[in-house]
């Protein structure tokens, strides 16, 4: 138990373009999610918490208006990163929380986003 | 401000010895903390976890200890095999509700089994 999946697990994209990725929790529900960016050899920053029903909170230093996110249902996040530079080029995880039945929260397979 | 850190960028053992995988944390509010493994282009497995009621907990080949003091932690995997090759996480989080707390996360360390 316990899966998350990410969709798309990679994607190329021009410069100035958005791009969505979803998040879905498959066998459980997740009222909160929280999204992260990995760079190369460095650790996991996160990004959001994103709340199913309620606006995310972001981390600081990252910008609400680029990287959008809606929690839709209590199994799908989403994170569009709007008008992508190739500096938002990194790997994208998302993580949900099952809440009452443990602590730890389940990651995603990942998103590798390469903005040209 | 590195709240979590791992000093070790990376260990090697030899199959069928130990592997201990450490990690440091600043904050005293941190009162739950998670061990992750991760394999490139994946994302993060949970693995293991202790509150800080505890000082050891232990799943099979893994065992965490946590020493609130010192504000150490570290991860003892015996026997190691070279499936548990990867890069892993420490991560702490500041509450042990269920309502979705905020993780933060080490470097990692890039632990290789050698057979």
């Known amino acids: 138990g316990a899966v998350v999946s990410q969709h798309p697990s990679w994607v190329i994209c021009k410069s100035g373009t958005s791009v969505k990725i979803e998040c879905r929790s498959l066998d459980f529900q997740a009222t909160t999610m929280f999204w992260y960016r990995q760079f190369p050899k460095q650790s996991l920053m996160l990004m959001a918490t994103?709340?199913?029903?309620?606006?995310?909170?972001?981390e600081q230093g990252v910008e609400k208006d680029k990287f959008l996110i809606n929690h839709a249902s209590l199994t799908l996040s989403t994170l569009t990163v709007t008008s992508a530079h190739p500096e938002d080029s990194s790997f994208y995880i998302c993580?949900?929380?099952?809440?009452?039945?443990?602590?730890?929260?389940?990651f995603g397979p990942g998103t590798r986003l390469t903005v040209t | 401000d590195q709240q979590v850190k791992q000093n070790s960028p990376s260990l090697s053992v030899q199959e069928g010895r130990i592997s201990i995988l450490n990690c440091d944390y600043t904050n005293s509010m941190f009162d739950y903390f998670l061990w992750y493994k991760k394999y490139p282009a994946e994302g993060p497995t949970f693995l293991i976890s202790i509150s800080s009621i505890k000082d050891k907990n232990e799943d099979g080949r893994f065992t965490v200890f946590l020493n609130k003091s010192a504000k150490h932690l570290s991860l003892h995997i015996v026997p190691s095999q070279p499936g548990d090759s990867a890069v892993y996480f420490c991560?702490?989080?500041?509450?042990?509700?269920?309502?979705?707390?905020?993780?933060?996360f080490g470097e990692g360390t890039q632990l290789t089994v050698n057979p």
């Open positions: 994103s709340n199913e029903g309620s606006k995310a909170t972001y």
């Open positions: 991560a702490a989080s500041p509450r042990r509700e269920t309502s979705g707390s905020r993780l933060t």
């Open positions: 993580s949900a929380f099952p809440g009452q039945r443990s602590y730890e929260q389940y």
